[in-house]
């Protein structure tokens, strides 16, 4: 693990680059562009940059308008307002019709901090996998999101990504391929599995470490894609290693623990644990304290693994 970067930060530098690459694609924000990073583009082209207000549903009613006369519209503003505000324009306009709109939302989880829990999203990846037609990604880091942001933008139909706030390692290497609907194996292992997405796959790596200190051999595997889920390569973990830990920074309601528990419910049943927000709210506080507060470290996964390791 190397440089940090806020997956935001990769979002901005990406979509400027692809604006240069692709005439069609035009940004949308809603008065956070500060924020979001889609500034970048706005300053680079300003003639395809709109600035909705404090409209999100008008916002996203619009991109689909702009999506059906052949632009490639990037919708942004901060995770609990593209999902909660605009929920209902997101279902009928975007993904209904399966609009190729890109809605990237950004200060996902707990990590938005000092805001507090109003503002903390912890149930979007639950409602956005819930909407048919709609592919849900969420990047480990600056580098898996730059290059999830070109597939998304190749990729022809409804997409959410969602991105955090604050700067995360990077561990993926600069040549990474990004695959819609595919996993990866980080690290190799047999004892058991951590299945993670976003800025928690991090944490499972340094958490493997420390448990092969203790000669447990933890596999690592890293879901980008939460929908739709890479089954083969939890199945395989399941199967190899015979237990998982899934672990993410939402609720473990409806999230990439609930996907995994149900691929594994009707393809392999393992002793499964999911770590995550425990069905509540955030609360105000610095990101670093509450990832602690949540139980969201190495530390906590370590322990998990540990517990789950005994129920083999």
Not at 49 to 67: Q, S
């Amino acid at each position: 693990m190397s440089s940090m970067i806020a997956t935001r930060d990769a979002y901005g530098e990406t979509l400027a680059e692809l604006g240069g690459e692709d005439p069609r694609i035009v940004v949308l924000d809603a008065d956070l562009s500060g924020s979001t990073k889609t500034g970048v583009f706005a300053k680079k082209f300003p003639e395809r940059f709109f600035n909705m207000g404090i409209a999100e549903a008008n916002m996203v009613g619009t991109a689909a308008g702009l999506a059906a006369v052949g632009k490639v519209p990037f919708v942004s503003t901060f995770a609990i307002f593209a999902v909660g505000r605009a929920w209902e324009q997101v279902r009928q306009s975007v993904a209904y019709p399966k609009a190729n709109v890109k809605i990237v939302a950004t200060h996902g989880g707990v990590t938005v901090g000092e805001d507090g829990g109003s503002h903390q999203s912890v149930e979007d990846v639950a409602i956005m996998r819930a909407v048919p037609n709609m592919t849900v990604i969420v990047p480990a880091d600056g580098v898996e999101t730059k290059a999830a942001i070109r597939a998304v933008a190749a990729y022809k139909g409804p997409v959410y990504v969602r991105l955090g706030r604050n700067k995360v390692p990077t561990i993926f290497p600069a040549d990474y391929r990004f695959e819609i609907g595919k996993g990866t194996e980080l690290v190799a292992g047999t004892d058991l599995t951590f299945v993670t997405t976003g800025l928690m796959t991090a944490q499972a790596v340094a958490a493997a470490e420390q448990l092969k200190k203790e000669g447990v051999s933890a596999r690592v595997v890293h879901i980008g894609t939460v929908k739709p889920l890479d089954q083969e390569i939890i199945v395989k973990a399941a199967r190899e290693t015979g237990a998982i830990v899934t672990a993410e920074e939402h609720s473990i309601v409806g999230g990439l623990g609930s996907a995994v528990a149900e691929v594994l419910a009707e393809q392999c049943p393992v002793p499964l644990k999911r770590v995550g927000v425990n069905d509540r709210f955030g609360t105000s506080g610095k990101a670093e304290e509450l990832l602690k507060y949540f139980g969201l470290t190495a530390e906590n996964l370590v322990e998990t693994g540990r517990e789950l390791l005994a129920r083999k």
